[in-house]
């Protein structure tokens, strides 16, 4: 199966065809919508020793990156079954169980400070967007996350691997991914390679990279509660407001202020929250707003809350239990009553188109 994204206007195409064609859900329009799942350690592995051995599987004693993304591949014709279209990958991981002392050491990223690509990575993100292409399935491919991001020897690194990875995706003949250049980028992090003026010139970059002709459409994510300003919101292809910590009115608002401010009129394009929570109404309340929705789902044992405290319970000891998405090590399984009410949603809400 060749597995395509596009966008037309506010509606994402799959192969051409709006996705979710005809759907509706409580008389609100689904099609063109992209329900997802941020599943960004599907490619992870740690450089550290010291830290790596904190996601050692429960049921082996030992941490094995390809097993991880064999799991997480063998899992993805099952979340199709149930309407899921996107999920959410990252060159760079994403927080696991956020303690200072593992936090602020790990060292999970495709590149080298130099940039030097890792292998590794790149063999287990084609596996990913292979296994997605085959069930039909959308990757979010996030380049840049903040803790990681800091590694990098300077800003022209940066902007050359950027370069450099959009070029490997369109090399890999893929279609089925779209671009999350950074995650929650801005001036929020005190950090000048992710600032508003630095995301823009990152996105020109990845708009600018082509192969026969074609580019990848691209975007980058913002804080929960926030959305893109200025020239950032005027020159991405779809945007990635976060609603992380938002309570379903919060998140209403942000999107009506987003929807009405001067860049979203001047040109309408989807908005993909594409990090969230694992409340539905806040799924629900997405949709009753015309967006897209994804599901963020921390796993206890970790230093995170979000409206939940994940914090209140240690890390389940049988591999069977594990929770959640984010903490590693991950049960991509639909393993929790959490998991399974939102994928009963999504199937709810999509008919399992």
């Given amino acids: 199966m060749h597995t395509s994204i596009a966008i037309d206007g506010t509606d994402f195409l799959i192969c051409g065809r709006p996705t979710y064609e005809g759907v509706e859900w409580r008389g609100r329009r689904v099609a063109g919508l992209l329900l997802n799942s941020r599943m960004i350690q599907a490619i992870f592995d740690d450089d550290n020793p010291d830290t790596a ?33 996107g999920v959410t990958v990252g060159l760079q991981g994403g927080g696991s169980i956020y303690a ?32 997605a292409d085959a069930c039909g399935m959308v990757v979010i491919v996030n380049y840049w996350y903040q803790k990681q991001i800091r590694r990098m020897k300077s800003e022209k690194a940066v902007e050359a ?44 970059i990845v708009q600018q990279t082509r192969r026969d002709g074609k580019r990848l459409p691209v975007g980058a994510s913002c804080l929960g509660g926030a959305y893109p300003k200025g020239r950032w919101a005027a020159i991405e292809d779809f945007s990635m407001p976060h609603g992380n ?23 309408p394009r989807p908005i993909v929250v594409n990090e969230d929570s694992t409340f539905i109404e806040n799924l ?19 230093e995170y809350s979000d409206r939940q ?26 393993n929790t009553a959490d998991k399974r009410a939102f994928f009963d949603k999504v199937r709810e809400i999509t008919c399992g188109a």
């Fill in 53 to 85: 051995r904190r996601w050692v599987y429960p049921d082996t004693g030992t941490w094995n990156a390809d097993r991880n993304t064999d799991e997480f591949c063998a899992a993805l014709p099952e979340y199709r079954k149930y309407g899921l279209l």
């Fill in 100 to 131: 200072p002392e593992v936090y602020d050491n790990y060292a999970a990223s495709a590149y080298e400070p130099d940039g030097t690509f890792k292998p590794g990575w790149f063999e287990r993100l084609s596996r990913v967007l292979a296994a």
């Fill in 161 to 204: 691997v950027t370069e450099r990875v959009s070029d490997w995706l369109l090399c890999s003949g893929r279609q089925n991914v779209l671009v999350d250049v950074v995650n929650e980028a801005g001036d929020c992090w005190g950090i000048p390679q992710i600032g508003s003026e630095r995301v823009e010139r990152l996105i020109e």
């Fill in 245 to 267: 910590g938002c309570s379903a009115g919060k998140l209403r608002n942000m999107l009506r202020e987003f929807k009405g401010s001067e860049a979203y009129r001047q040109r």
């Fill in 284 to 302: 629900e309340t997405a949709l009753e707003e015309g967006c897209s929705w994804g599901y963020y789902d921390q796993g206890y044992g970790s």
């Fill in 309 to 334: 405290d994940w914090k209140r319970r240690q890390r389940e000891w049988r591999y069977e239990d594990l929770s959640g998405y984010q903490t590693v090590p991950v049960n991509w399984g639909i």
